[in-house]
Nanobody, 122 residues
Framework: QVQLVESGGGLVQSGGSLRLSCAASGSVFRVETIRWYRQAPGKERILVAKIEQTGEAYYYVDSVKGRFTISRDNTKNTVDLQMNNLRPEDTAVYYC???????????????WGQGTQVTVSS
């Protein structure tokens, strides 16, 4: 069973750091684009960052530029989101989303992780 599993959330004070990790497991042949979304209470889920399979293309939402860094290790099928200088407005459930190929055809399906809570206190 293919799945994405997030880890690394928690409670941190304003200005602190957290590192989220997203791991693909199961019968995964290749992990393509991975995205991190977040959803704050009462708000829509938004795309925070994404990284392509090559690791060379990135996207960051304006509000996290210069503070968050997305990276990946294709040997481990993991994608990390390093979050520095956290602010209370970063408080949200963070979700990993990815396009995963199960075999050499590289046909992908889209998967979501279960989410991990990040809470930043002021």
């Amino acid at each position: 069973q293919v799945q994405l599993v997030e880890s690394g959330g928690g409670l941190v004070q304003s200005g602190g750091s957290l590192r989220l990790s997203c791991a693909a497991s199961g019968s995964v042949f290749r992990v393509e684009t991975i995205r991190w979304y977040r959803q704050a209470p009462g708000k829509e889920r938004i795309l925070v960052a994404k990284i392509e399979q090559t690791g060379e293309a990135y996207y960051y939402v304006d509000s996290v530029k210069g503070r968050f860094t997305i990276s990946r290790d294709n040997t481990k099928n993991t994608v990390d989101l390093q979050m520095n200088n956290l602010r209370p407005e970063d408080t949200a459930v963070y979700y990993c989303n990815g396009d995963l190929a199960a075999d050499i055809t590289l046909r992908t399906r889209n998967y979501w992780g279960q989410g991990t809570q990040v809470t930043v206190s002021s």
